[in-house]
């Protein structure tokens, strides 16, 4: 990103407000200004409805009893559209300009557009181990998708990573697929909710390797084992596994706006009660700002009052 | 059938006509989940730049999913979707797993550009 982005002689289209990210919090943000006659621009990197596609069952969204989270994103999508809010997904930020009354940002293929306000709802991505051998196995082995992927690993022996909540339950949920499921783990103890740890312990086909840092996934065409090693012995320990499911927690997609808003140690974006970052006129929502609990509902609150203090500061000026 | 706005292969039929009818095709075969949702969207957002592409998805679970599966060029796939790009009825790419936009665009360009 150029910060120092100031060419408007290429100004295609002019918006009150710019949201960039199409998750929960952003949509909502868009259904709340196209609501309140607001031009309104969502910007999305990939696909409209963010994280919340990765949920194939959500049964605690007040007001409807069960369904998925695509199924969700198809309604506020179509919901935010049907206020005259316009959506650009699959689209690449080229440049982007926060500063001063005018906010600009460009994107590739697509041209330049401006607003008095902008509203980041970036949200995250899930975290990988950064290995070359795990971007090189993916869709060979190597998931991030206990639901989409688990029907392929029948009778298999494989592993999942990750100590967390998501980890113990999609560890669990595989043993209805796999003969045998290892979870390993960076530390020695577990960040899960006690009662999944439990369920975990008690179900004959999970094992544990504690303590470990993953080495390297090794296979050519396809995944047959996982390298890890103790993190205090140094031993090196080879599972063998045809599968091997990622779950070590998500990270802020905010690197875009670093140095262009205050972010906190671990990336994510400061915001005050308003939602209002360090720079006039720009808002975040969603799970690229800092705070303690991430759902659907906290991004679609997020989305609901950073687009209600856009309202209020686009009526002042 | 899968909820998207591309042309749906849903027999046997359709995929050999599918293949055979149309120079350069680009098939998704997967499920309404959140790894093969972004790979459908993609298709439907870069559809138009590429009209000399038949852009078509397949329901990993359907009747005609065999004509996939089956691929040589798809044995060790592990991960939906599975995306395959035909020129002149033959594979000239394969991937499993979700896919970015750029990926499949340069995949797109390599062989029907």
Not at chain 1, 213 to 224: H, M, V
Not at chain 2, 23 to 28: A, D, K, T, Y
Not at chain 2, 66 to 89: D, W
């Amino acid at each position: 990103m150029d910060p120092s982005y100031d060419d408007f002689d290429r100004v295609v289209s002019e918006y009150d407000v710019i949201v960039l990210g199409g998750g929960p919090a952003g949509l909502t943000a868009g259904i709340y200004l196209g609501r309140a006659k607001f031009k309104t621009l969502i910007i999305d990197t990939g696909t409209a409805g963010g994280q919340m596609i990765l949920s194939y069952h959500v049964a605690n969204y007040p007001g409807v009893e069960e369904t998925s989270g695509a199924s969700i994103a198809k309604t506020m999508r179509k919901q935010a559209q049907s206020f005259g809010c316009e959506i650009l997904t699959q689209s690449k930020v080229a440049a982007m300009q926060l500063e001063g009354e005018r906010k600009s940002v460009e994107v590739v293929g697509k041209g330049v557009f401006t607003s008095k306000v902008v509203i980041i709802a970036s949200g995250g991505v899930p975290r990988t181990l950064g290995l070359a051998s795990e971007k090189r196995l993916q869709g060979r082995g190597v998931s991030y998708c206990a639901t989409c992927d688990g029907d392929f690993f029948t009778d298999m022996e494989i592993v999942a990573i990750g100590g967390g909540n998501s980890a113990l339950e999609e560890a669990v949920a595989l043993t209805a697929y796999a003969s045998k499921v290892t979870i390993i783990h960076e530390f020695d103890h577990f960040q899960a909710e006690p009662w999944i740890v439990e369920e975990a312990k008690k179900n004959p086909k999970v094992h544990f390797l504690m303590h470990q840092e993953i080495q390297d996934f090794i296979g050519e065409k396809k995944l047959e084992k996982v390298v890890c090693t103790h993190k205090t012995s140094g031993e090196v320990t080879e599972v063998l596994a045809a599968g091997c499911f990622v779950f070590i927690g998500y990270v802020p997609k905010t690197d875009a706006f670093s140095g262009m808003v205050k972010l906190d140690e671990r990336g994510q974006i400061i915001t005050d009660e308003r939602l209002a970052t360090s720079v006039p006129g720009v808002f975040a929502a969603g799970d690229c700002r800092v705070k303690r609990y991430r759902q659907i509902t906290t991004a679609v609150a997020d989305g609901s009052i950073a687009a209600m203090a856009a309202i209020e500061e686009l009526n002042q000026s | 059938m899968l909820d998207t706005n591309l042309a749906h292969c849903e027999s046997d039929q359709e995929f050999q006509d599918l293949i055979n009818k149309h120079e350069n095709v680009m098939l998704c075969c997967g499920r309404m989940g959140p790894m093969c949702l972004p790979v459908y969207d993609i298709m439907e957002t870069v559809g138009p730049d590429y009209d000399a592409v038949k852009f078509s998805d397949m329901d990993f679970d359907g009747a005609a999913a065999s004509n996939v599966r089956q691929l040589a060029e798809v044995q060790g796939f592990m991960g939906l979707p599975f995306t395959v790009y035909f020129k002149n009825g033959q594979v000239v790419e394969a991937t499993s797993s979700i896919q970015d936009v750029d990926q499949v665009k340069s995949i797109l360009d390599k062989h029907f550009k």
